[in-house]
């Protein structure tokens, strides 16, 4: 099949009041395989300037370092066994391969001819969570995420992408041919700088890495490609996963099984070409087990702001899935009625567009913490 050629339908949780803000984990040692010394990809984005809701690990937690083989890999949320167990408060340091499964490195590299079928997304994991059952919640707290590589790759493949005709969106009208591009990393300038095709023109994008991936097992034991997001998380694409922030899942399965994977240094708001610049990634984060607390739709959370994340389609559906969230935890917060939550959040948040090409797409709905009356 060819890649994300296939329509995934994703059922909608109902939104509902959501997990307390909680205090935890923290910042510490260096993230596994660093590509050479002294390189520390930061992001130079508005965003870093957000302070965490975390701000150390305990003493004595649990560390697991692990660097998964190829073969450890998995390429569905659910559906797969256990490739480690831990505990609530367990950090884990680690690595994620990048989307085309590590098989593009080279602008003459196209996912079509190098990639196995089947194998975008790549995930690390699946962690078991000791003691999580369906209606608890994972926070993982996103210590440090960091590009692995001194490259990144980029990709349009064809009937994939928002302006272009797809299995969805029938149009007469050639294709537009299958391209990789190439980008270089420069740790100084905290830049991924490419080539045009032709050579001709050249341009740098600022680094801001986060993870395309961070999912649980779907509820009912079913099982779904790396490429769609839901209410387990899943291909979320959100550029606020990142170092600093905090995301909030809701357990389905026992276990949980968190994995996550698809390197971002960067990407525009949209994805509009069905690939950002994709590169392997270095992952330390933080693992709480919050019992009998659900969380129907991902959350994303710094000391700062509340996000919601809301996929679906048509688009307008992701909207109102991520909207309708956050007007019930700031109805629950701050003891305004129905109505009034809704005026606030209509006249306070804001809701980029997160990704126009997955089988669901998905908007991220946030509000700063400040504006909430108390």
């Not at 959501?18 to 010394?37: E, K, M, S, T, Y």
């Not at 167990?85 to 190098?114: H, N, Y």
């Not at 769609?228 to 170092?243: A, L, Q, Y």
């Amino acid at each position: 099949m060819h890649r994300r050629q296939f329509l995934v339908s994703t059922p909608l949780g109902a939104a509902g009041v959501l997990a307390a803000w909680r205090n935890g984990a923290g910042f510490a040692d260096q993230p596994a395989r660093v590509v050479r010394a002294g390189d520390a990809f930061q992001s130079v984005s508005a965003r870093t300037a957000r302070q965490p809701v975390l701000t150390s690990v305990p003493p004595g937690a649990p560390i697991l370092r692990w660097i998964p083989t190829h073969a450890d890999l998995v390429y569905t949320f659910g559906g797969a066994a256990a490739k480690k167990r831990i505990v609530s408060g367990t950090r884990i340091v680690t690595w994620t391969e990048d989307c085309f499964d590590g098989a593009v490195k080279t602008a003459a590299d196209l996912p079509s001819k190098t990639m196995a079928p089947g194998h975008d997304n790549p995930q690390t994991g699946p962690f078991y969570v000791e003691g999580a059952e369906p209606g608890d919640t994972l926070a993982i707290h996103l210590l440090a995420v960091s590009p692995a590589r001194s490259y990144a790759v980029s990709n349009f493949s064809p009937e994939f992408g928002a302006l272009v005709g797809t299995t969805q969106t029938a149009m007469l009208g050639a294709d537009l041919p299958e391209t990789t591009w190439r980008y270089d990393i420069d740790p100084t300038r905290k830049v991924a700088h490419t080539m045009s095709a032709d050579g001709k023109h050249a341009w740098s994008v600022p680094l801001a890495p986060f993870i395309g991936c961070i999912g649980v097992a779907p509820a009912g034991g079913e099982v779904r490609t790396t490429i769609v997001p839901g209410d387990f998380g899943g291909n979320m694409d959100c550029p606020e996963v990142r170092s600093g922030n905090t995301v909030y899942l809701g357990v389905n399965m026992p276990g949980a099984l968190l994995s996550f994977g698809d390197g971002h240094y960067a990407m525009g708001d949209g994805e509009i070409m069905g690939a950002a610049i994709e590169g392997a990634m270095n992952v330390d984060v933080y693992v709480e087990l919050i019992k009998h607390v659900a969380t129907p739709v991902p959350r994303i959370e710094n000391a700062d702001e509340i996000m919601f994340v809301g996929s679906g389609r048509p688009l307008e559906d992701a909207a109102r899935v991520a909207f309708k969230s956050m007007v019930e935890w700031v109805q629950h917060a701050s003891g305004m009625s129905l109505l009034d939550a809704y005026q606030f959040v209509s006249q306070n948040a804001r809701a980029p567009i997160i990704q126009l090409v997955d089988p669901e797409y998905t908007v991220l709905v946030t509000i700063e913490k400040s504006r909430v009356p108390r």
